[in-house]
């Protein structure tokens, strides 16, 4: 199949998570369009049920790839990944690259041998996380917790508001309140929102751990992905798509145009 130098990559998350991953996989390609949609309308999809999220996502992103016809498709979201990236990839005709926790490298990283899994409700609870426990983290214990408050806690970050830091301390001790969870030495962000506030999970922790995210090895994952098709001479502005505009979106300006995002539209 011919690419065109100019074809995007297209971005989706249910809110601005998402840009914790497209930050790596710009630096990789500097010169590549960005597309980078959030489903507003429907935010957040950490409190959706898995039959919702699997007929929502696969539309909308049909409907993406029509309007911009990127060259590969990025799920920035491990919710939406975890539940919905087999039926987007039967769906779609270009290449689809999904969000999974990193309980490998915390597996890897863990000295303690016990690890935390931080997500939204939706994702902790899934047999994927179940299977990928098993594989990497058969000696460990693994600790899992949800958190919709840290959800909303990026997303106000991003708006600029002030921020409560007992937010913070609540997802963590969810996790650290379980048993064994004093030892716990690495937290798997396993909802791409939380890198964006790693800074405040780590001023709240009460002693020093480690967190990991998968957004280096998307970037890597794109990279093999693209390798021999054209790209710009340049960077251009990239596009941030709403499937909602207002002023939650409009408050965001600042913040996406430091992620290269300078024009919003409406889907």
Same mark, same amino acid.
């Given at each position: ?26 630096? $990789? ?47 920035? =979201? ?11 990839? $039967?769906?779609? #005709? ?22 935390? +899994? ?11 996380? #179940? ?8 000696? =460990?214990?693994?600790?899992?917790? @949800? ?22 301390? #609540? ?9 064994? @969870? ?8 396993? =909802? ?35 390798? @021999? ?15 909602? +505009? ?18 919003? #539209?409406?889907?």
């Amino acid at each position: 199949m011919t690419v065109a130098p100019d074809a995007p990559i297209l971005f989706f998350d249910s809110g601005v998570g998402g840009l914790s991953i497209l930050a790596p996989a710009r630096a $990789a390609l500097p010169t590549a369009r960005i597309v980078y949609a959030a489903d507003s309308a429907g935010f957040p999809y950490g409190t959706k049920s898995e039959a919702e999220i699997a007929a929502r996502v696969p539309a909308l992103l049909g409907r993406l790839v029509e309007r911009y016809r990127p060259r590969l498709a990025v799920i920035a =979201c491990n919710t939406a990944s975890t539940i919905a990236l087999q039926h987007v990839r $039967a769906a779609l #005709d270009i290449p689809v690259v999904g969000t999974v926790p990193a309980i490998k490298p915390a597996a890897l990283l863990s000295k303690s041998r016990v690890f935390g +899994v931080l997500g939204t409700d939706a994702t902790v609870r899934q047999p994927y996380v #179940d299977r990928l426990a098993a594989e990497h983290g058969a000696d =460990c214990i693994v600790l899992r917790h @949800g958190s919709a408050a840290l959800v909303q806690l990026a997303e106000a970050k991003l708006r600029g508001e002030p921020l409560d830091p007992q937010v913070a301390r #609540d997802a963590l001790h969810g996790l650290i309140d379980q048993p064994g @969870g004093d030892r716990m030495d690495m937290v798997v962000l396993a =909802c791409t929102h939380f890198p964006l506030v790693e800074q405040e999970l780590a001023a709240a922790a009460p002693h020093p751990m480690g967190f990991v995210h998968g957004g280096e090895g998307i970037a890597r994952r794109i990279q093999y992905l693209t390798q @021999g098709q054209p790209w710009p001479d340049a960077p251009a502005p990239g596009i941030a798509v709403f499937t909602r +505009v207002d002023e939650k979106q409009e408050a965001l300006r600042p913040a996406l145009a430091s992620y290269g995002l300078d024009r919003i #539209d409406a889907l």
